[in-house]
């Protein structure tokens, strides 16, 4: 993508409200735009991140043999009677209608996803069964701060699944427990699990995955090592004390909840008399869990836990580009024109090779200025064209990550640049 073109360019200077890091960064760089408290626009730039995001889990909720749906935003207010959450769930957000109807905006979808399973099965063979969407929510955040991280609107990718059986269900809860940590190490984040109580859903027990970063709300008792942590208010374990999973000595770290799995029993499918017929015409119920990670929310933490004070750095699989060339203009119109043409086909190359590129082009702006902007939106891989690189026959090649500039031959560009993005 030509930089040129895209038409949410970064800004000169921080928005002067931006209370978080990653709303500072996201906004100032083009990547979302606050529309007001807890409502953004995804823009280009961002969407691309948060496609990305969005793949990932997609392809590894597939692996686990959930099925991929979308169900609506907009739902009755009848199922919300049923299950009793209608009158209790504060963030609900509760829509008139001219019809003297009312509909709850869904702010998560057991109320959908019981009632739609059990449309379809009748017979204890036809579970176990997952289905799961990556979609909007809406929730009447008292607070809506930090950022991209808690909104009134977000996205998140939900879960459900349904099993004949206790121990079928705790097998699964697994499985998809192991999914997660999947991918979080495939978005470039350092996760940690805490046990969690099951909260309004349940008296059963639920896991939160927290990505450390000082931004986080929640206090965590965590192993610098492995996975394992603790919220600190239900603490067994102090700092300094050895991990009880590896032995590590335990620090306390700030972390922010990415995602929540929870054992829901019959807490749902009960509300809905959602039972199935076994071999003997015995009707049982189903037990039900959900299993839910914060799309948008995931993208801020990651911002979070990866910058530094001049912009993002974008792990490799989550960045919007993978590689941002920066062509440089000069006063001599024919250097000029050798640079921008170098860089061009340079751009071409590296897109025929699967390589995504961001190509800034635009001519008349300081050096200064351009790498202020490589350095804000924070593609993994730089490179430099200009009159000084090309004097050497060479692209000057920078990771954001850290590290001294390398100076690569044109003629090996394509090759070098396409083996350090992917
Ligand atoms: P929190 O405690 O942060 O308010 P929650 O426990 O109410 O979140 P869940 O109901 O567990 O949230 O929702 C599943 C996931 O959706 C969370 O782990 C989080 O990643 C995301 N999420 C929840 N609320 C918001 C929000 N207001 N904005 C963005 N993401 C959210
Ligand atoms: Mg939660």
Redesign the pocket.
């Known amino acids: 993508m030509r930089y040129s073109q895209v038409f949410s360019k970064s800004s000169k200077t921080a928005p002067a409200d931006a209370e978080s890091v990653n709303a500072r960064f996201l906004i100032q760089g083009g990547f979302v735009h606050q529309e007001m408290a ?1 409502v953004y626009t995804w823009l280009p730039l961002g969407l691309r991140s948060l496609r990305k995001v969005e793949n990932i889990i997609r392809e590894e909720m597939d692996a686990i043999g959930a099925q991929e749906t979308r169900m609506p935003s907009l739902q009755p207010k009848e199922a919300w009677l049923n299950t009793g959450r209608w009158d209790t769930t504060d ?1 609900l957000f509760k829509v008139p209608s001219q019809t003297d109807k009312e509909y709850a905006l869904g ?2 979808h057991e109320e959908i996803a019981t009632p739609l399973v059990q449309d379809y099965l009748i017979s204890y063979k036809d579970l176990p069964l997952s289905v799961y969407q990556i979609a909007t ?1 809406f ?1 009447d ?1 008292l607070r ?1 701060k930090s950022g ?5 609107e ?3 990718k ?1 879960l459900y699944s349904f099993h004949a059986t206790q121990e079928d269900l705790d097998q699964y809860y697994e499985r998809v427990k192991q999914a997660y940590l999947k991918i979080f190490a495939r978005c470039g984040v350092d996760v940690k699990v805490t046990l969690a109580s099951g ?1 309004i859903f349940s008296k059963k027990l639920s896991h ?2 927290q990505i450390i970063t000082p931004a986080g ?1 929640d206090l965590l008792i965590a192993c610098p090592k492995c996975t394992y942590a603790e919220n600190i208010e239900v603490a067994t374990h102090k700092a300094g004390e050895a991990c009880p999973s590896c032995g590590t000595e335990l620090i306390e770290t700030k972390g ?5 799995i929870f054992d829901l029993g019959t807490r749902y499918t009960g509300a809905f008399g959602f039972k199935v017929t076994d071999e003997k015409g015995e009707h049982l119920p189903v037990v039900m869990g959900c299993y ?3 799309t ?3 993208v801020g933490a990651i911002v979070e836990a990866s910058h530094d004070d001049k912009g993002i750095i974008w792990p490799k699989n989550v960045a919007p580009f993978q590689v941002h060339i920066v062509a440089l203009g000069s006063k001599d119109e024919a250097v000029q024109a050798t640079t921008l043409a170098t860089a061009e086909k340079l751009y071409t190359e590296l897109q025929a090779r699967g390589v995504e590129v961001l190509f800034d082009d635009r001519m008349g702006m300081s050096a200064g200025e351009k790498f202020g902007d490589a350095d804000l939106l924070g593609m993994p891989v730089r490179v430099v064209v200009s009159e000084k690189s090309l004097k050497n026959n060479s692209f000057e090649v920078k990771l954001r990550s850290g590290g001294e500039p390398i100076m690569v031959p044109v003629t090996e560009g394509v090759a070098k640049i396409a083996e350090l993005a992917t």
């Not at 991209?148 to 009134?152: E, F």
């Not at 922010?256 to 929540?260: L, R």
């Open positions: 807890g963030i702010p998560s929510k929730r955040e809506a991209v991280m808690r909104g009134r977000f996205g998140m939900d909260g939160e995955f709300e922010v909840e990415a995602a929540n839910g990670i914060g948008t929310r995931l």
